[in-house]
């Protein structure tokens, strides 16, 4: 089903030796069935797992039935994996008796009091653990974690006893036990069990980090999607780097927490992740190819139709149903969603579903929706079903029936599940919930349809799963080593941000389109600029203190003529000596004036995350009021600024409303582009404020251009305050 | 639980009547399983229906153990209700023999192939269906239904085999039968069961109406909560005058497919009912009090709720959980809701809770969310819960635990629902899915604690609550006996519209506050109506054939000095002369120039279901764009108007973003609820479009005003193509 790699096939990742460890000891194993290191041994025992289990305890003679050891320097045969349930302060100990052994190769600690408790000596104690690990070659999973899961070699360090083994292709990482546990139990409460490969939740991450194991699941040939529940992540370049070049041939599909600001606040209090900017996570996400879902059921419903068909030609799909209130819900969804469209069955197919259905059934009515009507029995479904598959206008079918009357459940969905087979299209079911749909579900699922509990879940995973199968990952250019420039050094020479004529002139330096502009440093300076510009010009006070210009005076628009712009002149330097005294004054920018048209807000900040984000927007309120604004990962090529603009709602805008022209969308995006490597070239600069940007049906120009220096930043705020 | 009702307790309504039959015949059983006419027999004698069945068919001596009747009248005791189960063509004669008998209250007609077919004979069928009905005072249920539900007494006339009785306290309406069978069987998948009291799919709706059932529901005392599918209604007004008045008393949960064009388009196909604008329904749902959700899940999740806890005291939640990751997933729903928020637990509460969790615990971080970390036992759920029930500042609470590890379920189960028993408040607990919560989830429910699949599916439930509990529905007015206007009148006997003068003295004429204006009908008038206002004016072409003005060069604004506005004049005369060679030109009107302020639109439409309803929005591309409007139906009071104001995020500049002054929101109350007085008083007009409206720090100025009468719609439709 998968295009082939982009890449030349890389060598077995080692954190995957680590899953398919041959031999394992639990240092801590415990008699006592509330410990975990009783549930640890117990599932290793009894649900099946291949390789040799050891139980580590001086303390006990046999546990369920196996001889302890005193310790794991006594096991005399070959250990791949350890598993550490022992309270922290022992679990160094067992640490550095593993590194004298030499053989082993991961090290899952599942003991809690490490550096969550944010208490200095036991943050230490953690970074000994991997500082004895790293000198003997030991990956170290967690603390603070249930561990890893393979389910292929029934491999589980996890304590948590409710968990089945089903295995499947999917990879899960989460960054919660609970959240993964619960991730765990929903997928095994499907009609039939949705079977994994692999899962780890692994906690503190003082070692091994979710992108490792990201990047592993994607060299892994038993996964065929990877699944993560996230809080936050540490190296936002990283996961962007890694992801981009994994969904290329896997799909990631992602449910994140931490969206609103007080889920953030709370997400600080769980994990101590930075949170970050959820609005930055989004457009890296977009970024790199990931699939953003919003729910647990949503991420459950989402993994399970893609392990079941990895890939959607297309987002046109049909919406085939027996009762009218299902089809309409499901339409609804369609319609909401953004990514899917109805099909456009052709003449053909409109004909043959005529012939097929009864006469009260409504075919295409709109294009894309086919309700058979309640009449319709087990033949009508089948061939109505293959009919719509047969058409090429059809990318993806959702086919809800009823709640079972007359109809044989069972028999509907045999017939079904052959007709699928016949194609290689996402078909989705909607047998709706119910004890007498159960049997009926449950043969669709073993033959490879995926069904779910309501037409809108449907509809939603169907949107994921053509998310992942259309949406292209750009890579993100390493940032090329730092370049700097003498008006930089000036400036962090004298601790200030760039003056306004010298960010202009950066911008010119580095390839922007600026129009004309001249920084006067006297009146009469300033009155042969313009004359030289011609026409009516634009006068901005040029202070390295003044941030906010409009509010201490120290702008004058449309100045035509010497006299007035003399006059000026006096006035801005009158309104901010008065309005910020403390400012020095170096003079005044001199540009011409600008023609009307749609505003816009470009801007760069360095993200703790993400390093280097830029943010585009439609000017003023739809920024404050709307939200209407769009992030990305610098540096970036065209196609990725081209998806930033059409995200927001001011895309609509662009494209011309209430009779305007189209404005220059191109022009906004190579700015964009400029902007976007301008800040990877340059780390020196801390924050670009392009705003207001005008764009008009050819072109786009800067009106005010703000750039701020990493080292000047605090200096600035604090003229920020005063000036306001 | 509830307050008491607003009016005098009413007679019972006859319809529950109807629901309460003590004896029942089936015309149109059938020995044939397959058949509904079998299915509905074998429900009423074998699901513990208490009345008397009758089985009417001559071709059997008996089925299913009743000896079978040729007829009904050969019924010689009483009979209430009559359940056909024939072809439609037979229908008819049945229902004249019920006629024929005199003691039959109801008839449930199952049969399909009537008036949905819209063929003119069947339609026609109905029609005389009806007509032999009301004659001999029988209410008809149907045809092309399910018919009606009632747990108490057990009587159902439903054939879909699967349903199963579940006595509780919710009323289900429902307007499409497979969507009502769907809903009633995810009820009865919960851990407990989920009872209701009566269940009603009513067809073709032929007479009995979905209102008249909602109504009938409000005066029923078995009934706490009704919940409704819903595709559209025919009467839209008389919707919102029961739901006004059910609400005030008992809550009324609403899901309403047809959100997006498509979704309407499919609507249409299915039963024919005109959607309308989605966008106006929402406006009259939240103007009754009536709860929409937006999903089949959402509805079964609130109706739970709302059936074992009918009242929230307000909107504060506390999120309790043992686990993170689940917990923020609830404060993220909870933000993002907009009804809910945080509670803020007092010092008190926090000490409490810092002395009965482990040191672990996050307390209040963000203040209103706990989390007990995976180290909380049974005890330590048990007394966090207690202490935040106990702190005034707490109106719910949304509890969260772990798929069991160490933790007995069962038993932490019993000891929450115990300490719920003890309070009045809410409590919404959330144990995940899986067979090992199963015992605990159904031990909760069975003591009155609802659970819910996910942190998320709470939070949603409980808002819904919150909604239904502080929701305040706002009965309309009924409309005033209609007057006219000597300037409708004459404008109907030219088959015109208002000329924009005219528009503006019918507005003055009913106490809108209107700046001067002068409708001059030649040049000097206009140069001495302008120097009667003084200061710069506006000028505007008055032609009943130019609506969009601009576009023929038909305004003139700032105009200064008798010459100017002499010149002005000939040249509006002259522009529109030329773009517009077919308008009969009337004269210019002038107003004084308004000054800058935030521009908005005010409209009244007469929408096919709702008649007169008023349209709120901020000008220009904000309603074209972001769709940021509100609609109310009229007329309403100045609560129901600020309502929609405050629901549009245009709202949020109105109080004064980036420095500027707060707009005078009462004043643009105060318009919305005289042009709703308007649009109710003058049943002629059939549109108003005040726009713009501009808002200043005190008051309101509308700048230009278009009043379409009902005559002339399509004349000016006519002249609109024209113009443009």
């Not at 459950?300 to 297309?314: H, N, Q, R, Y």
Request: aromatic share 4%.
């Amino acid at each position: 089903m998968y295009e082939p790699p982009a890449m030349a096939p890389q060598a077995v990742n080692p954190l995957l030796d680590i899953f398919d460890a041959k031999s394992v000891a639990v240092v801590g194993a415990s008699a006592d069935p509330g410990k975990a290191g009783y549930q640890v041994l117990k599932t290793l025992l009894t649900m099946g797992y291949e390789g040799q289990v050891f139980a580590v305890n001086p303390r006990e003679r046999e546990i369920l039935g196996v001889a302890c050891c005193a310790s794991i320097l006594d096991i005399q045969t070959r250990l791949d994996l350890l598993v550490i349930s022992l309270p922290a302060i022992h679990a160094v100990g067992a640490m550095k008796q593993a590194a004298q052994r030499g053989d082993i190769q991961g090290a899952i600690v599942l003991s809690a009091g490490f550096s969550e408790t944010a208490v200095p000596e036991w943050v230490e104690a953690e970074r000994e653990l991997v500082r004895v690990a790293k000198s003997a070659g030991i990956r170290v999973f967690g603390p603070n974690c249930l561990g890893i899961i393979n389910c292929n070699s029934r491999l589980s360090t996890s304590f948590a006893p409710g968990l089945t083994f089903a295995q499947g292709r999917i990879g899960y990482i989460s960054q919660s036990g609970a959240t993964g546990g619960a991730i765990l139990m929903m997928a095994a409460d499907q009609p039939k069990p949705l079977g994994y490969s692999k899962f780890a939740h692994i906690g503190n991450m003082c070692d091994v980090s979710n992108l490792e194991l990201i990047e592993a699941y994607g060299s892994d040939p038993s996964i065929d999607v990877i699944v993560l529940y996230m809080e936050g992540v540490r190296d936002g370049r990283k996961l962007l780097e890694i992801a981009s070049r994994v969904t290329r041939t896997k799909p990631i599909v992602l449910f994140k927490v931490g969206r609103t600001d007080l889920g953030a606040a709370a997400t600080l209090s769980h994990t101590g992740t930075l949170a970050g900017s959820d609005a930055v996570y989004d457009g890296a996400f977009k970024q790199s190819g990931i699939v953003r879902v919003s729910s647990l059921e949503e991420l459950v419903d989402s993994a399970k139709l893609i392990s079941m068909f990895p890939k959607a030609a297309g987002n046109r799909v049909c919406v085939l149903t027996e009762a009218g209130g299902l089809g309409i819900t499901c339409v609804d969804q369609i319609s909401r969603d953004g990514i899917l469209q109805l099909a456009s069955l052709g003449r053909v197919t409109q004909e043959r579903l005529t012939s097929i259905l009864p006469a009260m059934a409504v075919v295409a009515k709109p294009n894309g929706y086919v309700d058979m009507t309640a009449a319709a029995l087990t033949r009508e479904h089948c061939e109505s079903l293959r009919a719509i598959l047969e058409d090429p206008g059809v990318d993806s079918v959702v086919l809800m029936t009823l709640p079972p009357t007359f109809l044989p459940a069972l028999e509907v969905a045999k017939g079904l599940a052959a007709v699928v087979k016949e194609f290689k299209k996402p078909v989705l079911v909607c047998l709706m919930k119910g004890e007498p749909m159960a049997e009926a579900r449950r043969y669709l699922e073993e033959n490879g349809v995926p069904t779910f509990d309501t037409p809108d879940r449907a509809a939603t995973a169907l949107a994921a799963l053509t998310r992942a199968s259309l949406v292209k990952s750009a890579a993100i250019s390493t940032v090329t080593s730092s370049v700097s420039d003498p008006v930089i050094q000036k400036a962090l020479a004298a601790r200030r941000n760039l003056l306004e004529p010298e960010a202009m002139q950066l911008l010119q330096d580095n390839g922007f389109s600026i129009s004309a502009f001249h920084f006067a440093r006297t009146k009469e300076d300033a009155i042969r600029a313009a004359a030289v510009i011609g026409g009516p010009v634009v006068m901005k006070v040029v202070s390295a203190q003044v941030i906010h210009k409009s509010d201490v005076g120290g702008v004058k628009v449309n100045v035509v003529g010497a006299q007035a712009i003399g006059k000026a002149y006096d006035e801005i330097v009158a309104n901010v000596g008065k309005a910020a005294p403390e400012a020095s004054i170096d003079g005044v920018l001199v540009v011409p004036c600008a023609a009307a048209g749609t505003e816009l807000i470009i801007g760069m900040v360095r993200d703790p995350q993400f390093g280097p984000v830029i943010m585009f927007g439609l000017g003023g309120i739809f920024v404050e009021v709307f939200k209407d604004i769009s992030f990305r990962v610098a540096p970036f090529d065209r196609e990725v600024a081209l998806d930033m603009i059409n995200e927001t709602r001011a895309a609509r805008i662009l494209e011309g409303v209430r009779g305007q022209a189209a404005a220059d969308v191109g022009a906004v995006a190579q700015l964009l582009v400029k902007v976007s490597e301008l800040a990877a070239r340059y780390e020196e600069i801390s924050e670009i404020d392009l705003n207001p940007v005008r764009v008009y049906a050819q072109g786009a120009a800067i009106l005010d251009c703000r750039i701020i220096l990493k080292q000047a930043a605090s200096a600035s705020a604090a003229a920020a305050g005063q000036s306001q």
